[in-house]
């Protein structure tokens, strides 16, 4: 049984994560800001999971001392950690930079950028003690460069910084014991999405036109991502849902096939 420890995972696609890793027969610690966030979580994972396969620790990924004491209570829980997740992210509301509050530009670099940092650091210590781990942290807008989307330069460029980090990683654990990977889930329509165009209803239908084209529900992608992370044995892998090969015969297929991804 693998055990797995996935940050932010009380919803979106941590959770997804979760409750797909869970279905396959692992062992998985849930994490999240909120004790409340964290009982609702292992509440609705235990309704479907063994109850003994599920626990759930609050930690938030901007306090070190935290991101070591998920590391320390999964240890003592499970005694080994065979995979580390770094999923928990912040979205920012869509608008030019100089809009944003210093608060909220902290935040969101402090979560998506140094948060998977510190839960790296904190796993590949523990994965070098016990001889053997992967860690995965979480790509996403901005990780492959391409197309620029106006109003989410704070975002992206948390998510570019975490490539060149990724990057990184997996070249100085090459030689260690140790598997670093990257998740890419494409695009999954999640509150961190929908939360983006609050209070904007005009650019919301135009998005979510394009949306029903690109973008794919959490329980579609959750459950082949898990998959493939249970399946990989190599250092440096990208694990990427979405191409641009799909997303482009999307486009083509639009006109004779309609999705509904959003209701």
């Known amino acids: 049984m693998k055990n797995i420890v996935i940050t932010g995972s009380t919803r979106g696609i941590g959770f997804g994560l979760a409750d797909a890793f869970l279905a396959l027969g692992c062992r998985v610690v849930v994490s999240g800001r909120s004790q409340a966030g964290v009982d609702a979580a292992v509440k609705h994972l235990t309704t479907r999971h063994p109850v003994e396969r599920v626990i759930g620790t609050v930690c938030d990924v901007s306090v070190f001392e935290q991101i070591q004491a998920l590391w320390n209570n999964a240890k003592a829980h499970t005694g080994q950690i065979d995979i580390w997740i770094n999923n928990a992210g912040l979205s920012q509301p ?3 930079f100089w ?3 210093p608060a909220e530009i902290q935040n969101v670099i402090v979560t998506n950028l140094t948060g998977a940092m510190l839960g790296s650091a904190v796993a590949m210590r523990g994965m070098l003690a016990q001889g053997y781990g992967a860690i995965y942290n979480m790509e996403g807008y901005g990780s492959s460069g391409g197309r620029m989307v106006k109003g989410l330069g704070l975002y992206g460029t948390t998510k570019a910084g975490l490539r060149f980090f990724d990057d990184a990683l997996m070249d100085e654990a090459a030689s260690t ?3 670093i990977g990257a998740i890419r889930p494409g695009m999954v329509i999640t509150d961190m999405i929908t939360s983006q165009y ?4 005009e ?4 998005a979510s036109r394009i949306f029903n084209i690109i973008a794919d529900r959490v329980e579609t992608v959750t459950p082949w991502l ?6 990989n044995q190599k250092n440096g892998v990208r694990i990427a849902w979405g191409s641009s090969a799909k997303i482009t015969w999307r486009f083509l297929t639009a006109p004779f096939v309609k999705r509904k991804v959003i209701e």
């Open 99 to 101: 809009e944003h509050q």
């Open 177 to 179: 014991p140790v598997i």
């Open 226 to 231: 898990a998959q493939k992370v249970l399946e």
């Open 198 to 201: 609050q209070n904007k209803p």
């Open 94 to 96: 869509i608008k030019n």
């Open 203 to 206: 650019e919301w239908q135009k």
